[in-house]
C-alpha cells in the first residue's frame, strides 16, 4: 500500500486566496484526521471523519476552514480566505475501525500563506 | 482531561539503550498511553501503546509502573534513526469521542 498520499506537498499562496489541500487515505480505513502543527501550538487535530461522516470538528479554527470526504479514498481541507497566520503543515492520517487504533500519517502539506 | 509531562529533550548513544520518561498522574483507569514519534520533516507514526502490562514489539517496550502514573518508552538500541520527537498520548475527551492529543513531547538526539 501506497500509505496516506497528500498533495500538493508544498503550497504558496497569497493572503484572501483560496487553499485546497487534498488527503487519499489508506484503502480500507474507515477512519480520517486532519491535524495541523505549528511551532507555537504543535500538532492539533482539527476534524476527524468515521466512514465519511464529520464526527468531531471542534478544532476547526473558524469558518474559514472547512473539510469534507465524499467519499472513501478522499478528503478535501479548504481555506477560504487564507491568511497568514494559517501558514502550518498540515498532516492527514487515516485508521482502521477506531480512532484510538494505530494512525497512518501522511507526509504533510506544507502552507505558507503570504 | 488527563495530562502528561516529558522533558523537553534527551540524548544518546548510538546502540546504547534509551528510557523516555512519561508522567501522567491525573490517568484515569480506562486510558489507554499511547506513544508516536516524528522524524524530521515526516508526519508522526506510531511506536506502541498499552493499558496496564508492559508491552513489547519490534520497535520498542513500553514499561508502566503498578500505579499508572507513569510510563518509560524503551528504545534497546538507540540507532541514528531513531531521532525524532516522542510524543506520549492519553486519551483525551469523554463519551464516544475521543481525540489523540499531541503535547510537546521529548526531542531525542542520537550521537554516533
Known amino acids: 500500500d501506497a500509505g496516506v498520499i497528500q498533495s500538493p506537498r508544498h503550497e504558496v499562496t497569497e493572503m484572501g486566496q483560496e487553499v485546497t489541500l487534498r488527503c487519499k487515505p489508506i484503502?480500507?480505513?474507515?477512519?480520517l484526521f486532519w491535524y495541523r502543527q505549528t511551532m507555537m501550538r504543535g500538532l492539533e487535530l482539527l476534524i476527524y471523519?468515521?466512514?465519511?461522516?464529520?464526527?468531531?470538528d471542534s478544532g476547526m479554527p473558524e469558518d474559514r476552514f472547512s473539510a469534507k470526504m465524499p467519499n472513501a479514498s478522499f478528503s478535501t481541507l479548504k481555506i477560504q480566505p487564507s491568511e497568514p497566520r494559517d501558514s502550518a503543515v498540515y498532516f492527514c492520517?487515516?485508521?482502521?475501525?477506531?480512532?484510538?487504533?494505530?494512525?497512518?500519517f501522511g507526509p504533510g502539506t506544507r502552507l505558507t500563506v503570504l | 482531561d488527563a495530562k502528561t509531562t516529558q522533558p523537553n529533550s534527551m540524548e544518546s548513544n548510538e546502540e546504547e539503550p534509551v528510557h523516555l520518561p512519561c508522567n501522567h498522574s491525573?490517568?484515569?483507569?480506562?486510558?489507554?498511553i499511547h506513544w508516536y514519534r516524528q522524524l524530521p520533516s515526516q508526519g508522526p507514526e506510531y511506536v506502541i501503546h498499552?493499558?496496564?502490562s508492559n508491552v513489547n514489539n519490534r520497535m520498542a517496550s513500553l514499561a508502566i509502573a503498578e500505579d499508572r502514573k507513569s510510563s518509560t518508552l524503551i528504545l534497546h538500541r538507540a540507532t541514528l534513526r531513531d531521532a525524532a520527537v516522542y510524543y506520549c498520548?492519553?486519551?483525551?475527551?469523554?463519551?464516544?469521542?475521543?481525540?489523540?492529543?499531541f503535547g510537546k513531547g521529548t526531542l531525542l538526539t542520537v550521537n554516533p
Open positions: 491525573t490517568i484515569s483507569g480506562t486510558d489507554y
Open positions: 492520517a487515516s485508521s482502521f475501525q477506531g480512532i484510538w487504533n494505530e494512525q497512518f
Open positions: 498499552g493499558l496496564t
Open positions: 484503502s480500507g480505513h474507515d477512519y
Open positions: 498520548i492519553l486519551r483525551d475527551g469523554g463519551g464516544s469521542n475521543y481525540k489523540l492529543t
Open positions: 471523519f468515521n466512514n465519511n461522516v464529520p464526527i468531531d
